[in-house]
């Protein structure tokens, strides 16, 4: 499944309005999880919209499994759709809600009783099966709207900011379920703007943002584009002066700045030299490090590199 394409956006615009949603926005999306990462308002929801068929498109194009997004109900028993919002019928309990959307999609009485038991139990919601929606948690409401996104067992699963209302645990239990569903099969698309959250479930992530795609692939690859500008490290150290006196001269270190008595903060353009240098030149030196961070070396600011 290595070259497979699960969604493909080329140039795809959608408008509300004087407002852009999406914005010639190009990216692939490959098989496994993929993280779609971006600040509120970027596009992701709109995104989602379109792919599940409730928008259309102003231009461009968007195939999900090769099948274009709009006017093409056939996909959509391989889809699986958790929304951001949680407009559920509440008067109803889990049980019947997700019954009532398998009858509505196709599904035999017996057959939606029994997917309905197993989802609700997947995502530890089956003990609760009789009770109202109404009364139910951000948290518990968030597990429902997944079991039915996964009832009906789809190929591609889209996860609109899942783990909103989550408490700890929950994140936990979800992320472990994410990656499990991948295992067997299952092609997750996550959104978040909580970044180090898609950080700790794929690697792979296309970041959008005013409704482009500003980069997409392996993390570890977009990483890269860092070095095009200098990256800050955090040095710990019970001799700063001396530290920074031993650091100052080399070609690789852009800046120095003392953060607080045992803090310097160092820029370098070069941050896999310095950081090979480093130990042995602060051995030799006689300075004491007890603690080196890179800042710069995380999700969270590739995403506000190239949104710069």
């Not at 929801?45 to 006017?71: C, H, I, M, P, Y």
């Not at 800046?255 to 896999?272: E, I, R, S």
Request: hydrophobic share 40%.
């Amino acid at each position: 499944m290595s070259g497979t394409v699960i969604v493909q956006a080329v140039n795809a615009s959608k408008r509300y309005g004087e407002v852009l949603g999406l914005n010639g926005f190009t990216a692939t999306f490959g098989p496994g999880i993929t993280g779609l990462v971006g600040p509120n308002g970027a596009g992701k929801s709109t995104l989602f919209r379109v792919l599940t068929g409730q928008l259309r498109l102003d231009a461009g194009q968007l195939t999900l499994l090769g099948k274009e997004s709009w006017n093409t109900p056939e996909k959509n028993r391989a889809l699986g759709f958790c929304p951001d919002h949680s407009g559920l019928y509440d008067w109803m309990n889990p049980q019947e809600f997700v019954e009532a959307l398998l009858l509505v999609n196709g599904f035999g009485p017996s057959e939606a009783a029994e997917r309905a038991r197993r989802a609700l139990d997947t995502v530890g919601m089956w003990e609760h099966r009789q009770r109202k929606i109404r009364g139910f948690s951000k948290g518990m409401i968030q597990r429902v709207k997944l079991a039915q996104a996964i009832a009906h067992d789809p190929t591609v699963l889209l996860l609109d900011e899942p783990l909103n209302g989550m408490d700890p645990v929950g994140r936990a239990d979800l992320l472990a379920l994410f990656k499990k569903l991948a295992s067997e099969g299952c092609h997750l698309i996550v959104s978040s703007h909580v970044l180090h959250e898609v950080e700790r479930l794929t690697s792979q992530i296309v970041m959008i943002s005013n409704g482009r795609a500003l980069a997409e692939g392996n993390l570890h690859q977009i990483r890269e584009l860092l070095d095009q500008h200098p990256h800050t490290i955090q040095l710990e150290t019970t001799t700063p002066r001396v530290l920074a006196r031993l650091l100052a001269d080399r070609p690789d270190v852009t800046g120095l700045t003392f953060a607080a008595p045992q803090v310097l903060m160092v820029q370098t353009a070069q941050p896999d030299e310095f950081f090979r240098y480093l130990p042995e030149a602060a051995l030799k030196e006689g300075v004491n490090l007890t603690g080196v961070r890179s800042l710069d070396d995380n999700l969270e600011a590739v995403f506000r590199f190239l949104a710069r």
